[in-house]
């Protein structure tokens, strides 16, 4: 601890309740959370009916601040309790609930104190801000919208049924909301008003926060309406692309914020929903929070379609349709390349299969745009990219001149490794055919994927309420781990795609050619001994540092702190969209985490079909070299493996 710290500890000032104080019989005080300028906030029990609370007190030392203005001391009081009649009119699970309010006299320091406290549901979780990235999150359009739906949306449901009781919160803010797990919890009513209040708050005081405060607030409290809490709801989703505000040409207190030329349909739509929430005149603003929430679903409803494949919008008898006129043209086709302009291949046209997996009712064949086309969508809505066909030479040993030489068929490979927001929409989608035992999800009685933390403090996945989630939304980008062999052919399946077979795996990561503008520093060996390196890298994935203090896995730290720089490159795992893609537009293979493959026709499977091939189990410890993959139990699950699909083309 530095002097610093040392110095303000030693100042911070005493809380006033101490632990197990008891406020009226009913409130066992449990300990001190915070102090803020106007009052203290305390973890505690309801002696009764055994559950958690929070005590919030109004300092005895900022009222006393006032001294003979006894006006001043009763509009303070006034406000206190007016915030618990706020919150205690409003049932909904996105807004803290209130259980009491009173005042308790205590003894101290040999004199009686009259305390004013408020009782509320104690939520944990930290706030909303925690889930906003602070640089913001750009251009990345998928985050944007899991964030929005995950936690933007609620929030205004929450909004509206305050705005529907006639109150205004007039502080909204991501300090302003609580997080219970993955659900927001909207708090703080202090200066809440309303139309059935009369105000409380002289003209000429300002209150609010400056950054999120609409104009109109600034000039005078009283005249704000439920439109100030639109200003402030648009200001955030303004930080959710931008980062933390500050004072900027785009983003400056009391006036419009902008996005910066938005690159994209769906940005610029977004921008036009910021503008319109920020208007610095209040007529022309968007009249509600329902309008302000229909216009987002709107807005991510168009962006998904846009984006969807065109054969998922048709109705079942389009699909045959277009299928049969396929066929013919496939019959038609073949005849005229074969007998007319003789034995040179033809690209394979657009097919759609009405077949389905028998087992979990997905379709069992790819929609394939022709075989040389350079990059296809899988249904998964993956983008896959076309791997030529070749010739890979898989070496009997490390470090051996000599090896098996193996022809391979182009095939198309997923562009990145299958991510934790993929295979969270694919277990969801087969919802009814898996179970969840002890931390294990099950499917088809064996093991798919482990629930729980991989390491440190993170945990990717999570259960509740019936479905799976992510449990925060940085984590969508990252590649699925702790995946087992059957869980990563399931998806494969599902989705009429296929495991890569080990040579077809080897044959892409040799055949890109390196990007040279790599994001992500190479994979190469650090020079340390194996034996340091391996306890490093254990160091790491039970989630310690190497000075033996514990670590909490945050995305957005590189290197955390206590690890060295040769440590740094065995991090496991990177987003996926980090690396640059190589020649055939492939990122990430052999650089992130290690993945699944096969060696032989899974049929039937057996353990010493599944491989783990590359990432940290192959170039961490070999540098770059290939090598074969490493024969794995398929109901076996790591840390650090993952897996990407395959579909074939038309061999060249």
Not at 4 to 27: F, I, R, Y
Not at 169 to 186: A, F, M, Q, S, W
Not at 495 to 501: A, I, R, V
């Amino acid at each position: 601890m530095d002097s610093t710290t040392t110095t303000t500890s030693a100042k911070a000032k005493k809380p006033l309740l101490e632990n197990g104080t008891v406020l009226n019989g009913k409130w066992e005080i449990l300990e001190h959370i915070a102090t803020g300028g106007k009052g203290e906030v305390y973890r505690a029990r309801q002696a009764k009916l055994e559950r958690e609370v929070v005590v919030k007190t109004v300092s005895i030392e900022y009222l006393a601040e006032f001294g003979d203005d006894v006006e001043e001391v009763e509009t303070e009081i006034t406000r206190f309790h007016r915030e618990a009649m706020a919150m205690a009119q409003v049932r909904h699970p996105y807004v803290v609930q209130v259980y009491d309010q009173d005042a308790a006299v205590i003894a101290k320091n040999g004199e009686e104190l009259t305390v004013q406290y408020v009782v509320m549901e104690y939520v944990p979780g930290p706030t909303l801000r925690s889930t906003m990235a602070e640089n913001g999150f750009h251009e990345d359009q998928l985050q944007i919208r899991t964030w929005i739906r995950q936690y933007f949306l609620p929030i205004l449901q929450g909004i509206e049924a305050v705005h529907a009781l006639g109150i205004v919160h007039r502080d909204i803010k991501p300090e302003n909301v609580l997080l219970d797990g993955t659900t927001p919890k909207i708090t703080d009513f202090g200066i809440a008003g309303g139309v059935r209040w009369s105000p409380v708050t002289k003209s000429h005081h300002v209150e609010g926060t400056i950054m999120y405060m609409a104009p109109e607030q600034f000039m005078d409290l009283g005249e704000t309406d439920v439109r100030g809490d639109v200003y402030a709801l648009g200001k955030i989703l303004y930080e959710v692309v931008c980062g933390k505000m500050v004072d900027t040409r785009t983003a400056r207190p009391l006036k419009s914020a902008c996005l910066a030329d938005p690159p994209t349909p769906f940005l610029k739509g977004l921008n036009l929903v910021i503008q319109e929430a920020t208007a610095e005149e209040k007529e022309q603003r968007t009249p509600s929070v329902k309008a302000l929430r229909e216009s987002l679903e709107g807005l991510l409803e168009r962006a998904e379609v846009a984006e969807r494949p065109w054969w998922k919008g048709l109705h079942r008898r389009q699909v045959i349709a277009i299928a049969g006129v396929a066929a013919a043209i496939v019959v038609i086709s073949n005849v005229y390349h074969h007998f007319i302009m003789g034995h040179e291949p033809a690209p394979l046209p657009v097919v759609v299969s009405e077949q389905r997996d028998e087992k979990l009712g997905a379709p069992s064949t790819l929609p394939e745009r022709g075989a040389r086309a350079a990059t296809v969508v899988g249904k998964d809505d993956a983008t896959m990219h076309r791997v030529p066909g070749g010739k890979v030479i898989v070496l009997d040993r490390p470090g051996s001149g000599t090896g098996t030489s193996h022809n391979v068929a182009p095939f198309y490979m997923d562009e990145t490794e299958v991510t934790n927001y993929q295979y969270v929409e694919f277990l969801n989608q087969v919802l009814s055919k898996v179970q969840l035992k002890d931390n294990t999800v099950l499917g088809e009685d064996r093991p798919w994927l482990l629930l729980g933390h991989v390491y440190g403090g993170y945990e990717p996945i999570v259960f509740r309420n019936g479905r799976f989630e992510l449990k925060e939304v940085a984590v969508a980008a990252y590649p699925v781990v702790r995946v087992t062999g059957y869980g990563a052919q399931a998806y494969a399946r599902f989705f009429g795609k296929s495991l890569p077979t080990e040579v077809e795996w080897l044959h892409a990561a040799s055949a890109g050619q390196k990007s040279s503008d790599d994001r992500v520093r190479d994979r190469q060996a650090p020079s340390v001994p194996p034996s340091e390196l391996e306890r490093e890298m254990e160091g790491w994935l039970s989630g310690y540092r190497s000075d033996g203090k514990r670590e909490k896995w945050s995305p957005q730290a590189e290197v955390p702190s206590g690890f060295s720089a040769q440590t740094a490159a065995s991090l496991i795992p990177y987003p996926v969209s980090v690396f640059s893609p190589d020649s055939n537009g492939i990122r990430g293979l052999n650089r992130n985490v290690s993945e699944w493959g096969r060696r032989v026709v899974l049929s039937p499977p057996v353990p010493g079909q599944y491989v783990v091939l590359g990432g940290m189990r192959g170039s961490i410890l070999h540098g770059d070299s290939l090598f074969p993959g490493f024969a794995q139990d398929p109901a076996m699950a790591f840390e650090d493996v993952g897996f990407r699909c395959v579909v074939s083309a038309e061999k060249e």
